[in-house]
């Protein structure tokens, strides 16, 4: 072990104690901190992730190392101090290990420089710290890979250019066969093969925050692979070719590379991952594994796929077996087919009958793009129902779908909803059409108005909706709404306090907005329009010169704050949308406890003239003061004991007030679907199916990334592209002058001194 330190620390010293170790990491610091920027914060980009970052590391890496190692062993091989070095007493894998360690080491430097990053990105944004922590290590995972070949192409030449040419050349082959412009031009089941050979795609497992054994087997193998190939080579330099004990170790370092090309490409079979996100987003909820424990029939679960499918899907198709496998083994009660639809016309037909259509995908060959039918779809059969999924592009989402449909099926009883009209409001079947579909799918749903005798007949509902009524409502209406929440029930409440005219960018105050209702419970919705100077959306807007792309702060980018209706990090875009105010003694005395739902960020204002809304070229012509800003509350939920109900003295009403009701309708739900997937959790909790909401809810739960202001945006760039680089060669130059110091010193003797 000392000989091991004692070469490890000379091989260090080789990089620390020259300058072009530092010049080495101070490019790779500074290119790989520019480019993550450049991409992350292009065109206002607000998402508090590192995936950027780790998009690019493979590509820069593949260049980076090759420049640190190609020194490790050409270097000793032109100086002649490798055959000094190997017929020492010393074990050839002792050589071998420890320029291996200490390439690792200097190139696990250079990543570990880069934590600057998400250190000062976690001030202004929530940084999932679990998945960074799996995309470092897996970014090391794939740096050993290419510090193994790295050294194996410094074995084989003494000049260190070549070595960097071949080593740079094994590196491209390794990364562009898992690219798709390469894979689609070879038949699927090549393409697979060669997507499991490249580093990049077990790296991008990685890169999702998600260690997978049989990711990580395949780095092992990958290094092991070409350090067996360095061994043999290292070797072959101190034995002669002609005896056996050579031949008996060319036939071992052999069957050791068949043995790493046979883990690393067929260890997909391998079961067992750690998902390191915070959310568990890609580890099936306990909600799921808790519905099918209590299934009281078997859930068939067919798949069907192709024998060879298109290289479009073939990874999907791959991932989606494997998820459903994962579910089956979680419950007897479930049991997964899966048919190759293709096998034959007869299969072909039972999947068409079956409602999985073939789907046609572009395959490019030497006689240019031809068609090919693919099949990637499921059915779920439960007693007497039957749900089909025609076909599935991606395993995410996919656990929301199955739990979602599987629980449509196996509800007896489906609660109803109500969507009150008559006074102006949203009409479900033409403006809330995509908000109506995505609830049919767990619930019944109803219109309810006044009869002739002025009443509203509640009495069937578990929920009522009300979305920006604009007409006056009876006192004998909101009567009988009070006694429906009194009786335990549940009401989703839109208001409007202004409407807006978009022809000409102006607004109106709606003096029949609802707000005397909800104002019994202490809510008020006042009658402003909230914008918000940081977090928003940037719109289309047509002008003289075309479509341009504008900031627009009063479509406001909401924020959830952490509750047991939406987790933190979920958003929703709201249009025109008014503040929210509690008050302290509310009509209702039953009122339990207010849930803040959405709000603005600490950069949220309020305007009370709204006479032009219309867009501006730039945010700083919108003549708000940031003196004013703070945060605005514009969602609440509330829950208290039913003070009528005939039934159960515990049963509870809810109710959620929104100050919009735009952000609900076809037009802008089209555009962010977040807004539907908040708002269905929002009904889930107050139909009392968190279950749901809680499985939804890791499908979009993102990260918002917001800089306090231009300075700071500025700072955390600059201190990443240049500070750490400047540090660096501040470190590296101060080493190397302590250095020539010492070797100018003059050693004088003691005893000849005397």
Excluded: C
């Excluded at 929530?126 to 090391?140: F, L, P, T």
């Excluded at 409407?499 to 109106?508: G, L, M, Q």
């Amino acid at each position: 072990m000392s000989t091991f330190l004692a070469l490890l620390r000379k091989d260090l010293k080789g990089y620390f104690d020259q300058p072009t170790g530092y010049v080495l990491l101070v490019i790779f610091v500074g290119t790989i901190s520019w480019l993550f920027f450049r991409t992350a914060l292009a065109a206002g980009s607000q998402e508090a992730s590192l995936r950027a970052l780790f998009d690019a590391l493979p590509f820069i890496l593949a260049i980076f190392i090759p420049a640190a190692t190609m020194r490790l062993f050409a270097e000793e091989l032109r100086d002649g101090t490798l055959e000094l070095l190997l017929t020492q007493p010393l074990r050839s894998w002792t050589v071998l290990g420890s320029k291996f360690t200490s390439g690792l080491t200097f190139v696990t430097t250079g990543i570990i420089l880069t934590i600057g990053i998400p250190i000062l990105l976690e001030t202004s944004g929530n940084m999932d710290g679990g998945a960074i922590a799996a995309q470092y290590i897996g970014a090391i995972f794939f740096a050993g890979s290419l510090v193994a070949i790295g050294i194996f192409s410094s074995s084989l030449t003494k000049n260190q250019i070549v070595s960097f040419i071949v080593a740079l050349f094994i590196n491209i082959v390794l990364i562009v066969i898992g690219l798709s412009f390469v894979t689609l031009t070879v038949p699927s089941s090549v393409a697979v093969l060669m997507e499991d050979l490249s580093p990049l795609t077990h790296f991008g497992n990685m890169a999702k925050g998600v260690l997978a054994l049989r990711d990580v087997i395949y780095f092992v193998a990958l290094t092991a692979l070409f350090l067996s190939g360095t061994y043999l080579s290292l070797r072959s330099r101190t034995l002669s070719h002609s005896t056996q004990l050579y031949k008996n170790l060319r036939l071992g370092v052999a069957g050791l590379v068949i043995a790493s090309i046979l883990a690393g490409w067929f260890g997909n079979s391998i079961a067992g991952r750690w998902d390191m996100t915070e959310d568990r987003v890609y580890t099936l909820s306990s909600a799921t594994e808790e519905l099918v424990k209590n299934l009281d029939d078997l859930l068939t679960i067919n798949l069907y796929i192709s024998s060879d499918p298109p290289v479009q899907i073939a990874g999907s198709t791959r991932e989606i077996q494997g998820f459903l496998e994962g579910l089956g083994a979680k419950s007897d009660m479930v049991n997964v087919i899966t048919h190759t639809a293709d096998k034959d016309e007869a299969t072909a037909e039972s999947a068409m009958l079956a409602g999985i259509p073939k789907q046609q995908f572009n395959i490019e060959s030497q006689n240019g793009y031809q068609v090919k039918d693919g099949y990637l779809g499921i059915t779920i059969s439960y007693t007497n129902s039957r749900e089909i999924i025609p076909f599935i592009d991606t395993v995410d989402g996919l656990e929301y779908q199955v739990a979602t449909l599987a629980n449509k099926m196996v509800k007896i009883d489906k609660k109803t909803i109500g969507f009150l009209s008559g006074h102006g409001e949203k009409d479900r079947s033409t403006e809330l059409q995509w908000f109506s579909l995505q609830l049919e799918e767990q619930y019944e749903l109803t219109e309810v108005s006044p009869n002739t005798e002025g009443q509203l007949d509640l009495s069937n509902l578990d929920i009522i909706v009300i979305a920006g009524p604009t007409e006056p409502m009876t006192d004998l209406e909101k009567l009988d709404l009070h006694e429906f929440l009194a009786e335990g029930g549940k009401a989703l409440v839109l208001i409007d306090s202004t409407v807006a005219d978009t022809s000409r960018f102006v607004a109106k105050s709606n003096p029949n907005n609802f707000n005397d209702f909800v104002l019994d419970y202490g809510v008020f919705v006042h009658d402003n329009i909230v914008s918000d100077i940081e977090s928003h959306r940037n719109l289309s807007f047509t002008t003289q010169g075309g479509n341009v792309l504008l900031p627009y702060p009063y479509w406001i980018n909401a924020q959830t704050a952490p509750s047991k209706i939406g987790s933190a990090g979920q958003e929703a875009t709201l249009t025109w949308a008014g503040s929210i105010e509690l008050q302290d003694n509310p009509k209702i005395a039953n009122v339990e406890q207010y849930i803040q739902l959405l709000q603005t960020t600490e950069f949220g204002l309020l305007n009370w003239d709204y006479q032009d809304i219309s867009p501006k070229q730039a945010l700083s012509e919108y003549d708000f003061s940031n003196d004013d800003t703070s945060k605005q509350l514009l969602a609440v939920g509330l829950e208290g004991k039913a003070y009528n109900s005939p039934s159960q003295t515990d049963q509870q009403f809810r109710l959620v007030v929104v100050g919009d009701s735009d952000w609900l309708t076809d037009n802008v739900a089209a555009r962010y679907q977040s807004n539907l997937i908040l708002a269905l959790n929002w009904v889930d909790w107050l139909a009392q199916e968190e279950a749901l909401a809680s499985i939804r809810s890791k499908v979009i739960t993102s990260r918002t990334l917001l800089f306090s202001s231009d300075t700071m945006r500025n700072f955390v760039q600059y201190a990443n592209i240049i500070g750490v680089p400047m540090l660096l060669i501040l470190f590296g130059g101060i080493r190397f002058i302590r250095r020539r110091q010492f070797t100018q010193r003059i050693w004088v003797n003691r005893e000849d001194s005397q």
